[in-house]
């Protein structure tokens, strides 16, 4: 008997070879071949895992991975869109976050607790596309039982079954009009149940999270919030009572369930800044609050059991990135049980002049059409031409150079820059066709690139 994996990740991303999951990731991120490598590796090995028997596929443990490089180069867009193929919870979080207990910071067992929320809220979403149908239809019933006006009493003379049916002829008529929206501007009626969230403060010893998941249960009358009649237009009335029948058609412990096991055999999550929790070189002795959070890490890491307000959830195979900068410190300066639950390790490498402008134009999401889409609005037809492009990467690249390298993040503030103009002056243009060349970027960029301490401040 093998172990399966949930629905959504064998059909999107199962069939995927390794080598078509770095095509796929080559579409939103530019360069870094060894990176997309190594994580499409791992979840091809996920995908394998699911195909043995349960015996063995219980000893394979994920091959979780270190990311070394600068900001700006890719990292996390690499993990986000790796577990968006794979269509598993991913969650990102920074190491900075946490601190060893008695310090102040988040528990580290929260990320796993954020981690099944967000597994929860995927699954709910799945389980709304298949019974939407059905709930509308029932929302429609109900918004039709307080639309139609009560029928008459039946005199011993009518034929019961004549008054039933133009009752029912009735009832069509009126959900034809309905659909059709010509009672868009019927006000009616409607129960509706408001949230309650009573504001009071607990101070304890314990973990927010975990005074989080029994709350409801001690106290369960407090969060029911009470009905009140409400007036709502017919169209709002629909969808309210279409989101009260979505609820109703849901099994909230199916759904826990299944967002537990999806967590457990397909979660990631990317844990940032790990280098900032690093021991740095010519530091005297260890520090504590660094360290300490490096051991908090290592039993979620390595393989533990954490209590959510879902059920007991086992880390032992959710796949772990982590990145660093690594600029002061170095991976040898994290704890060496930490260093031993990242076995893959694969380094970043800066950004140039020619990958500005790939990035500038290639991918999907590429900023150059981003600002096109954007300008398109006002109905100004913005264009670039290729020299104005290898110009912005140029200026993107000296900029970094001489100030700090924060990677492919400077284009962002380059073209910001360059554009300022036209995003102001844009719905006043009278010419709405603005093409950006090469002598208009120098001439908007120049002065600002070539005085150091000007584009410290501006760039």
């Known amino acids: 008997?093998?172990?399966?994996?949930?629905?959504?990740?064998?059909?999107?991303?199962?069939?995927?070879?390794?080598?078509?999951?770095?095509?796929?990731?080559?579409?939103?991120?530019?360069?870094?071949?060894?990176?997309?490598?190594?994580?499409?590796?791992?979840?091809?090995?996920?995908?394998?895992?699911?195909?043995?028997?349960?015996?063995?596929?219980?000893?394979?443990?994920?091959?979780?991975?270190?990311?070394?490089?600068?900001?700006?180069?890719?990292?996390?867009?690499?993990?986000?869109?790796?577990?968006?193929?794979?269509?598993?919870?991913?969650?990102?979080?920074?190491?900075?976050?946490?601190?060893?207990?008695?310090?102040?910071?988040?528990?580290?067992?929260?990320?796993?607790?954020?981690?099944?929320?967000?597994?929860?809220?995927?699954?709910?979403?799945?389980?709304?596309?298949?019974?939407?149908?059905?709930?509308?239809?029932?929302?429609?019933?109900?918004?039709?039982?307080?639309?139609?006006?009560?029928?008459?009493?039946?005199?011993?003379?009518?034929?019961?079954?004549?008054?039933?049916?133009?009752?029912?002829?009735?009832?069509?008529?009126?959900?034809?009009?309905?659909?059709?929206?010509?009672?868009?501007?019927?006000?009616?009626?409607?129960?509706?149940?408001?949230?309650?969230?009573?504001?009071?403060?607990?101070i304890t010893g314990s973990s927010v999270e975990e005074v989080d998941i029994n709350l409801k249960d001690m106290l369960p009358g407090l969060f029911q919030g009470k009905n009140k009649k409400r007036k709502l237009n017919v169209p709002d009335a629909l969808q309210y009572l279409t989101q009260e029948e979505e609820q109703k058609l849901i099994d909230m412990d199916s759904v826990a369930r299944a967002a537990v096991a999806r967590v457990e055999q397909a979660g990631i999550i990317f844990l940032d800044e790990i280098d900032k929790i690093a021991g740095r070189e010519g530091s005297h002795g260890p520090d504590v609050s660094r360290e300490g959070v490096q051991r908090d890490i290592l039993p979620i890491v390595e393989g533990t059991t954490?209590?959510?307000?879902?059920?007991?959830?086992?880390?032992d195979h959710i796949l772990f990135i982590a990145a660093g900068a690594f600029h002061v410190s170095k991976p040898s300066d994290l704890i060496p049980e930490l260093q031993g639950r990242f076995p893959i390790r694969v380094e970043l490498e800066p950004l140039g002049k020619d990958e500005f402008v790939r990035i500038l134009t290639e991918p999907r999401n590429a900023l150059i059409k981003q600002y096109i889409a954007l300008m398109d609005t006002e109905g100004i037809d913005l264009s670039f031409t290729d020299d104005a492009i290898r110009q912005i990467a140029d200026f993107a690249q000296t900029v970094n150079e001489r100030t700090e390298n924060i990677g492919a993040r400077r284009l962002h503030t380059v073209l910001e820059k360059l554009l300022d103009d036209i995003s102001f002056e844009g719905p006043d243009l009278d010419n709405k066709t603005v093409t950006i060349d090469e002598a208009y970027v120098t001439n908007m960029l120049a002065d600002i690139v070539k005085n150091e301490d000007l584009s410290r401040y501006i760039l």
Not at 306 to 315: A, C
């Open 306 to 315: 954490v209590n959510t307000k879902y059920g007991m959830v086992r880390t």
């Open 1 to 202: 008997m093998a172990i399966h994996l949930p629905e959504t990740t064998q059909t999107s991303a199962g069939t995927l070879t390794p080598r078509q999951i770095v095509a796929e990731l080559d579409k939103h991120v530019v360069g870094q071949t060894a990176a997309k490598r190594a994580v499409a590796i791992a979840l091809r090995n996920r995908m394998r895992r699911q195909k043995l028997a349960p015996e063995l596929a219980e000893e394979i443990a994920p091959k979780n991975i270190l990311m070394i490089g600068p900001t700006g180069v890719g990292k996390t867009e690499i993990a986000r869109r790796l577990a968006k193929l794979a269509q598993s919870p991913f969650l990102k979080v920074e190491a900075s976050k946490f601190t060893e207990v008695g310090y102040v910071g988040r528990d580290v067992e929260s990320m796993i607790r954020d981690l099944v929320e967000l597994g929860v809220d995927m699954v709910r979403a799945e389980r709304l596309e298949d019974v939407r149908g059905k709930a509308g239809q029932h929302a429609e019933d109900r918004l039709l039982d307080i639309l139609l006006p009560p029928a008459r009493p039946v005199s011993p003379d009518d034929d019961p079954r004549a008054a039933r049916d133009a009752l029912q002829q009735t009832r069509e008529r009126f959900r034809e009009q309905l659909r059709a929206g010509r009672l868009d501007a019927r006000i009616v009626e409607l129960d509706v149940r408001e949230k309650s969230f009573p504001s009071f403060e607990i």
